[in-house]
């Protein structure tokens, strides 16, 4: 964890301890990147934004750099711009302060379980081009894993879900628990994006979501796998 209000990261640490979570706190921003160069066993940053020596968001593109370790921003900087930035430069989560402890370790579970449920071996049906794996909270792609934020998540899902289906950008705010009702539509325009960044990762062939003028975004794909767990 990366916070330089020490009362604040001591409650966090000692909450999260009695989840059996570890945590490594520094209130320096280099210094936290130092540690990440040296111990390549972390799992996941809990980051401040208004830090001494640089900005959270400045460090967040630092932190790519050297790895795809999930970051969840801990701020108490609420502006929609710092939120967008944020996400946008590659965190996988915004939690605003004031926050119950027990929100960000409910958080922390749901990252670390995809994390490792990605890093599983995986059985894929063949000439499947989305597989949506509601269970882990997971889709493939083209048979490989897609690291996403929650956000991510629910908006890629809910595209697929709607069968070719073009869908509003309102509707996406509705849909998900983790887009914030009072979001704006360019915050959905950003995620979009980040989606396709990913997805071109894998294959850059064609646009797979395509941009409806006036109204949102329609997938485009050949076939789907759906797995529900129930």
């Known amino acids: 964890m990366i916070e330089d209000d020490l009362e604040l990261a001591q409650i966090i640490t000692d909450y999260l301890k009695s989840f059996d979570i570890e ?43 050297k790895s795809d370790i999930p970051i969840i ?25 004031p926050y119950n402890p027990r929100e960000l370790q ?18 894929v049906e063949q000439n499947s081009l989305f597989e949506v794996r509601e269970n882990d909270m997971q889709i493939l ?24 289906g073009v869908v509003a950008r309102e509707d996406f705010i509705y849909a998900s628990d983790n887009i914030e009702d009072d979001s704006s539509l360019k915050n959905i325009d950003v995620i979009i994006s980040r989606i396709r960044t990913k997805l071109a990762k894998i294959d850059d062939s064609n646009t797979h979501i395509k941009s409806v003028r006036g109204i949102g ?10 797995f529900l767990l129930l």
């Open 23 to 65: 945590v490594v706190n520094t209130d320096s921003p280099y210094n936290g990147l130092s540690m990440l160069n040296v111990h390549k066993d972390y799992q996941l940053i809990i980051l401040d934004l208004t830090l001494p020596e640089i900005d959270g968001l400045e460090l967040i593109p630092k932190i790519r750099e």
């Open 73 to 97: 921003i801990s701020s108490a900087r609420d502006d929609i711009l710092d939120k967008v930035m944020g996400l946008e430069r590659g965190a996988d989560d915004y939690l605003p302060k």
């Open 106 to 123: 409910a958080r922390i579970k749901t990252i670390l379980k995809r994390v490792d449920s990605q890093n599983e071996p995986k059985k």
């Open 141 to 164: 792609f083209k048979g490989i894993a897609l690291t996403l934020t929650l956000a991510e998540y629910d908006i890629l899902k809910l595209l697929i879900q709607r069968n070719h």
């Open 217 to 226: 975004y329609q997938l485009i794909w050949l076939k789907i796998s759906l």
